[in-house]
């Protein structure tokens, strides 16, 4: 199948650094995204890698590691409202219809404590 | 630019009505997707769509649920003769036709069956 799978919960202290690893099926890959997730609302768009190495957006940084089938989103300097639910989804395929359709891992809920 | 619009927001239907939920994408997108989000749980593909036609529907359930996005006004995702298990939110994302990355959330619909 196309497993995506990333810890369930996580907690962690304001202004600390946080990493929430995203594991997946290497076979047909063809890129891994973040998105952030609040309560209630619709998923923002964070970061998309589908070369190995580092991508840096200001506090947040996206690793992948295609021959792992690993990925991470390391979150800096974090702050109270940065308290939500961080979701990996995963394209696979090359093909018209596949390589449009994200497969999506359960998220991972963060929670920023002061 | 408006962004991914949704309507309703919320949408209450008893068992075995229909439910029929719009999304208009973003100006310029050509590329509409339908996801499903149960209470903690992750999203769900449903279908892929371009103006007219179905792209991927391999995330549809086979009875009462139907899509499309015709040449004029919004996609609409149907769900025929609603059960309380449809009771979800459904979000629909878009992108551009030349930028295969980010997709663009709407604000979601939440439906209740009482």
């Known amino acids: 199948g196309q497993n995506i799978d990333q810890p369930t919960e996580m907690t962690a202290t304001e202004g600390a650094i946080v990493q929430i690893n995203c594991t997946y099926q290497t076979s047909g890959f063809n890129g891994l995204f973040w998105y952030q997730q609040h309560a209630g609302e619709a998923p923002t768009f964070l970061s998309y890698?589908?070369l190995d190495g580092l991508e840096e957006k200001g506090r947040f940084s996206s690793f992948l590691s295609r021959s792992k089938g690993y990925s991470y989103l390391l979150l800096k300097e974090l702050q109270m409202k940065d308290s939500a639910s961080y979701l990996c989804a995963v394209r696979w395929g090359m093909g018209a219809g596949n390589n449009r359709k994200l497969i999506w891992g359960l998220g991972t809920s963060l929670a920023v404590n002061p | 630019n408006a962004g991914v619009m949704q309507n309703p927001r919320h949408l209450v239907r008893r068992r075995g009505q229909e439910a029929r939920l719009r999304c208009s994408p973003m100006?310029?997108?050509?590329?509409v997707y339908w996801y499903r989000q149960l209470p903690e749980e992750g999203l769900k593909f449903m279908v892929y769509?371009?103006?007219?036609?179905?792209?991927?529907e391999s995330g549809m359930p086979k009875e009462r649920f139907s899509a499309e996005f015709p040449k004029e006004g919004p996609s609409i995702l149907r769900i025929q003769q609603v059960v309380r298990g449809d009771s979800a939110a459904y979000f629909c994302?878009?992108?551009?036709?030349?930028?295969?990355?980010?997709?663009?959330f709407g604000p979601g619909t939440r439906l209740t069956v009482l």
């Open positions: 890698n589908v």
């Open positions: 994302a878009s992108s551009p036709q030349r930028q295969q990355n980010e997709q663009f």
């Open positions: 769509l371009q103006k007219e036609n179905i792209i991927d």
């Open positions: 100006k310029g997108h050509s590329h």
